[in-house]
């Protein structure tokens, strides 16, 4: 694997992190309060997913990704409808991380290492691969190299500014 291989996957990816970091910043500047699944319980009487998962926070992270993807569209560097692809991608996935969670009795915000950071990347490199073209295995292996320490890091710089209550 090169630098270059490195290089070409984060700018593959950039539009499934930063659509994944969108919620988390900008909901200290529009109020980010209905519910995806508006506040209804599964059948264990747990929530479907929770209070930190809602429809402005999901529709702001896709359009922010797509934003990203429509410049890097600009330079030849991706595709709109792959860009689109990866931030449903990333926002269905972060949905999938907080069912998983509920239905294991882990309350909304509380950390659940690797699942935090890893289900929104894999969710949209899998989708991504059945939808638009498959992906080579290594962009799986990288996933998941870089996101885990760029997602602890980036969780910490937002807990330091103040954007997140819990560093993780
Ligand atoms: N957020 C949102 N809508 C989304 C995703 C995130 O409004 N679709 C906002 C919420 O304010 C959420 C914050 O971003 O609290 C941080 O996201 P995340 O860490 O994914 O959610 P948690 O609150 O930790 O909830 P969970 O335990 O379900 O992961
Ligand atoms: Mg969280």
């Not at 970091?21 to 599964?42: C, E, H, Q, S, Y």
């Not at 809602?54 to 030849?76: D, K, N, R, W």
């Not at 692809?85 to 269905?92: T, V, W």
């Not at 309350?107 to 080579?136: C, E, H, S």
Request: with cysteine.
């Amino acid at each position: 694997m090169t630098l270059s291989n490195v290089v070409d996957f984060v700018i593959f990816i950039l539009p499934c992190y930063i659509a994944n970091a969108t919620p988390v910043v900008l909901r200290n500047v529009f109020p980010f309060r209905t519910p995806i699944d508006l506040g209804r319980k599964f059948f264990d009487g747990m929530r479907v997913l929770g209070d930190g998962k809602t429809y402005e926070g999901f529709i702001s992270g896709v359009a922010v990704g797509l934003l990203v993807g429509i410049v890097l569209t600009y330079f030849g560097l991706h595709t709109i409808h792959g860009s689109i692809m990866l931030s449903i991608g990333a926002m269905l996935g972060d949905c999938l991380g907080s069912f998983i969670k509920r239905r294991l009795k882990v309350p909304r915000g509380k950390p659940f290492p690797l699942l935090d950071q890893l289900t929104f990347v894999i969710t949209a490199l899998v989708l991504y691969n059945f939808l638009i073209t498959p992906i080579p295995l290594e962009y799986y292996i990288l996933s998941i190299l870089i996101t885990l320490p760029l997602h602890l890091f980036t969780n910490w710089v937002a807990y330091i500014a103040k954007l997140k209550e819990v560093p993780w």
